[in-house]
């Protein structure tokens, strides 16, 4: 199924933005959370899972925004799976060098170290810098931004609102020892607006204003919906709130993870704790392809960058959302 002419008009489409994100998280980010031993290499995630995202998504004209972890930029095949990718129209971002579990306790020298690394290694790579960053863990504080805005970035997204990001604490805590040290988001996301706004830094050298797209929820509950969760609730679930969120101004975020389609052995050493990774392939193929068929007949689907192209976002997310983090303390590390 294709997306309704995609590019043809868009001042003509009036249906809300969309970005499709995927967070590029390797096996091995997986293993040392949950303390096991590998399954398969490095290579698998981009030699396997992303051309299987890259097909799916060049059968509904969809561009998408890849968040890529920067110690695998040293791998031939994530680099060549970036030069595909980019030739096909998507976008790349940063998801920090390392996916540090801890990253909110870092000093600013490992957080800014977390961000440049890659953030060099992909301006190398593609010809240009990435203006988006998802931090590990949902997590951003005023050194995160203030790294951010010397780099030039536009944005943003490692909100999650609502109790997702308990959850998910919850849940990997309960499946490993591993994992005691990882920290998930911060109290405030709770209540934490859905719509995107400015996240300003107020630190004693300047105030840097970031755009923060938050990661899509259930606008009714405020569960998450992103595939992690499709899995375990149904695709039902999930369309309905697409339903609930097409009735709101975009732009919205619908977050699935590089994992959700790689081929890894059913009695694999992660295939009973990590949630996709339960499902047998072709399930997994099913449900993905199921949630991009109910979003493009939605919304219309483009990079983050190209929402960026489009007008001064920052004059559009200057809103009563920004003001919620404005009224709160500074977003001060822990």
């Not at 698998?44 to 097909?55: C, E, Q, T, V």
């Not at 060049?58 to 595909?84: K, N, Q």
């Not at 170290?113 to 301006?123: D, G, K, S």
Request: hydrophobic fraction near 45%.
């Amino acid at each position: 199924m294709r997306s309704p002419s995609p590019t043809s008009d868009p001042a003509a489409d009036r249906r809300p933005l969309l970005h499709v994100h995927i967070d590029v998280d390797n096996l091995w980010i997986l293993e040392d959370e949950y303390g096991v031993g590998a399954a398969a290499g490095p290579d698998a995630i981009f030699d396997d899972a992303l051309p299987r995202f890259l097909a799916v998504f060049a059968a509904r004209g969809i561009r998408a925004t890849f968040f890529m972890v920067g110690r695998d930029l040293a791998l031939a095949s994530c680099r060549r799976f970036c030069e595909a990718a980019a030739r096909a129209g998507h976008e790349l971002a940063n998801h920090s060098e390392s996916h540090l579990p801890d990253l909110a306790r870092r000093s600013f020298a490992d957080k800014e170290r977390e961000i440049t690394l890659p953030h060099e290694a992909l301006t190398a790579l593609c010809g240009g810098a990435p203006i988006g960053f998802r931090a590990p863990g949902y997590y951003v504080d005023d050194e995160l931004l203030l790294v951010l805005e010397r780099l030039g970035y536009r944005y943003e997204s490692s909100v999650l609102p609502g109790p997702a990001c308990f959850l998910m604490n919850w849940y990997l805590k309960s499946k490993s020892a591993a994992a005691a040290g990882k920290t998930f988001g911060r109290s405030r996301y709770l209540v934490a607006p859905r719509r995107p706004c400015l996240l300003r830094a107020r630190t004693p050298e300047q105030r840097a204003s970031i755009v923060e797209l938050p990661i899509s929820v259930d606008p009714l509950t405020r569960l998450p919906i992103h595939s992690t969760f499709a899995y375990k609730f149904g695709t039902g679930m999930v369309v309905r709130a697409l339903d609930g969120l097409r009735r709101a101004a975009g732009p919205h975020v619908y977050l699935f993870h590089a994992v959700d389609l790689l081929d890894y052995p059913a009695h694999g050493p992660l295939a009973q704790s990590v949630i996709p990774l339960q499902r047998s392939l072709a399930a997994r193929l099913a449900l993905v392809q199921t949630l991009l068929d109910a979003i493009v007949a939605r919304f219309r689907v483009v990079t983050t960058r190209e929402l960026f192209a489009e007008g001064d976002a920052m004059q559009r997310f200057g809103s009563s959302a920004s003001r919620f983090y404005d009224r709160l303390p500074p977003l001060r590390p822990r």
